[in-house]
């Protein structure tokens, strides 16, 4: 069964720099791109980061250079350290396996002082 599970989300003051955290199973997550997603309160869901099975990272234009992408295909994890969090980025991040079109429950992040 594949699975996803998303933690490290909560309340963070801006220009915070929490991390939020993906544990994968029932899939090869060696082959796998793994996504973060979120959705702001309104909003249509946005890709905000992408990671290869191979390591190459991508992000959308508004987190670029803030937000950092990462995997450990040998604990099947993906990882997004977010920096300089602005009240923007409050949403619920979701992880995503591309290929088996799975996602997580979600993990709420909220940015306020």
């Known amino acids: 069964q594949v699975q996803l599970v998303e933690s490290g989300g909560g309340w963070v003051q801006p220009g915070g720099s929490p991390s939020l955290f993906c544990a994968a199973s029932?899939?090869?997550?060696?082959?796998?791109?793994m996504s973060w997603y979120r959705r702001a309160s309104g909003k249509e869901r946005e890709l905000v980061a992408r990671?290869?099975?191979?390591?190459?990272?991508s992000y959308v234009a508004s987190v670029k250079g803030r937000f950092d992408i990462s995997r450990d295909n040998a604990k099947n994890t993906t990882n997004l350290r977010m920096n300089n969090l602005k009240p923007d980025d409050t949403a619920v991040y979701y992880c995503?396996?591309?290929?088996?079109?799975?996602w997580g429950q979600g993990t709420q992040v909220t940015v306020s002082s």
């Open positions: 029932g899939f090869t997550f060696d082959w796998e791109p």
């Open positions: 990671i290869s099975p191979h390591g190459r990272p």
């Open positions: 995503n396996a591309l290929v088996q079109g799975a």
